[in-house]
């Protein structure tokens, strides 16, 4: 069964930095890309960045460009996502999910075949 759970979420200030985690299980990171998206209350969902399978790909959206990073840890099985500079309209649940193809996971065709129950952060002084 292939699950993906989300964890590192909480309340932070203005500036400041969180490492969100998403741990596979069912399968390997690399095997299939993963993309971490987000929705605020109100809003629809958005993509923030995405890899490839092998890691050796990443896509950033230009809100999150040089504060946020897309890590695969092979080893751990699991994708990191470092949020640094946090900004209050970063405000969102955060969900990663997983396709084998990197395609869908950048949004460009089809529909992405897992989620996660996704965590919440919030950007707020």
């Known amino acids: 069964q292939l699950q993906l759970v989300e964890s590192g979420g909480g309340f932070v200030q203005p500036g400041g930095s969180l490492r969100l985690s998403c741990a596979v299980s069912g399968f390997t990171v690399d095997s299939y890309a993963i993309g971490w998206f987000r929705q605020a209350p109100g809003k629809e969902r958005e993509g923030v960045s995405c890899i490839n399978n092998f890691g050796g790909d990443t896509v950033y959206a230009d809100s999150v460009k040089g504060r946020f990073t897309i890590v695969k840890d092979n080893a751990k099985n699991t994708v990191y996502l470092q949020m640094n500079s946090l900004k209050p309209e970063d405000t969102a649940v955060y969900y990663c999910?997983?396709?084998?193809?990197?395609?869908?996971?950048?949004?460009?065709?089809?529909?992405?075949?897992?989620w996660g129950q996704g965590t919440q952060v919030t950007v707020s002084s």
């Open positions: 999910a997983a396709d084998p193809n990197y395609r869908i996971v950048q949004g460009i065709v089809g529909r992405i075949a897992y």
